[in-house]
């Protein structure tokens, strides 16, 4: 029996090497049921109704859930062809763990599978708390073909880094032509601050030119994955169409979309038009910095009820500069089209950090606005503030 000992440790080791080496491979969840009920049980299988025999009733918040609680790379959560509409009669839990949810559908209208809220408070939260078994919460995440609208909440909400949000209509029916309101920002962005390299040393110090400033952030920044906000339609919500908010959020790129119009960029489906508040296309407020908005989003059309701006950088002190650029703001995708802003284009009251207490901002400046097409606002200065 001694004789044996070293063959079992041997066997033992190489059983040890073989599961670490093995990647925890993604799990996929197909939503098969247009239900809200969500999935109690911690078994990897998305049946909202185990009673009914483990027959897989899978609704999205059922896969939301069961993904929460895996270990792994983004899980994929899609959809089956025969549904192309869900209305929630409860909200969705919040997302705890990367996941990819694509609702291409091509029997849906727009190929988009649409998420009506019902009202409901529960949205599309993706959070960065550290949860087991994901230390990095939500963070990696996707969220791509969807309609997300009706929700009394923000449309998505997304919390650090890492996110891409592509091809989705928040805040509009199907068709892109008619408001259906998120009572709350379209996507709401706030951050955990980037664990920066000490501020800064690069070699030549930052060129005082935007484009060589841009790059060299892209080099300081190049271990933080940005979020990234491209291709979508986000209309007719009652607070901004995008707010980037909270102390130190940074890394958000903002391109290609279009913010206050219908699809075609040729009417106005408002953000802000609850009224009751200042709203604007996108706002940058409380410290964020590095944020690019552009290039090519159509920024118009937003709330005349409050003269709404396009683009709003309210900031105070900001450690980097953020960046307005190559934009077309308060026109429309035709010459004929009146889809201003009902402010001003572009608002800012933004200043570099340089109060000696360091980290200061070490370019000696906040914003800059570069490249926008900015015309047909309607407040008294249609252009910048």
Known sequence: MPHLI?????????????LIATPTLAANYLVNNTGSAPDAANDGVCDANPALGNQDVCT?????????RVVGPPHNITFAAAITAITLTQGLPSITAPVIINGFNASAVGQRVDINGGGLPGSFDFSSASTIPNPNGAQGSTIMNLVIRNFNDNGISLSGHNYTVTNCYIGVMP???????????????????????AIP??????????AQIAAQLITLFSSIPPNTIANNLISGNTGDGIEIFGQNTALNWVTLNRIGTDKDGTDSIPNGNAGGG???????????YANIIGPLNLISGNNKIDSDDGVDVDTGTVLFPNFIVGNAIGIGASPAADVGNGG????????????GTQPDNPTNYSLFIVGNVISDN??????ND
């Open 6 to 18: 070293p063959v079992l440790l041997r066997t033992l080791l190489m059983l040890t090497v073989v």
């Open 60 to 68: 999205l918040a059922a896969a939301i859930g069961q993904a929460n």
């Open 175 to 197: 068709t892109g032509e008619t408001a259906s309101p998120n009572v709350g920002d379209g996507i709401s962005v706030s951050g955990v601050k980037p664990r920066l390299p």
């Open 201 to 210: 040393d690069l070699p030549g110090g930052f060129d005082f030119d935007p």
């Open 278 to 288: 200042q709203h604007a296309g996108v706002r940058i407020n409380s410290t964020a």
């Open 344 to 355: 001003s284009g572009i608002v800012t009251d933004t200043r570099p950090e340089e109060d």
């Open 378 to 383: 309607k407040g008294a200065n249609n252009n």
